[in-house]
């Protein structure tokens, strides 16, 4: 099996997307992200990542309905797929494997 490759913002992005639930748009993502992280991300940043997350099937979009409180502008929302679902799940796994094989108390924060 081929190995899906996330980096660490495309990750970030991809783990709102599932969050939301399938009220992930731009605007949510990046006001989700800094909320869970107290980082500010640029909207470009994240539309970007969007895209990026969709060219690679991790996230598939369709556009919601037109709403007054945008000016009759309709939204393209995301959804995680499959196939995303199973990157972040190969993330989560390589993470945990690789914590586990930190030495005890390497880590320490001596004088901080």
Known sequence: MRRTYLGEFEE???LM???LDGDAYGVT????IEEH???VVAFGSVHNTLIRLEEKGFVKSELGGATAERGGRRKRL???TALGSRALQEVQQLR???W????PGTL???GL
């Open 12 to 14: 970030v992005v991809l």
């Open 17 to 19: 997307v599932a969050i």
């Open 29 to 32: 993502v990046s006001q989700a």
């Open 37 to 39: 992280t107290g980082r």
């Open 78 to 80: 995301f959804h995680i």
């Open 96 to 98: 945990q494997e690789l």
């Open 100 to 103: 586990q094989l930190v030495p």
């Open 108 to 110: 320490r924060l001596g």
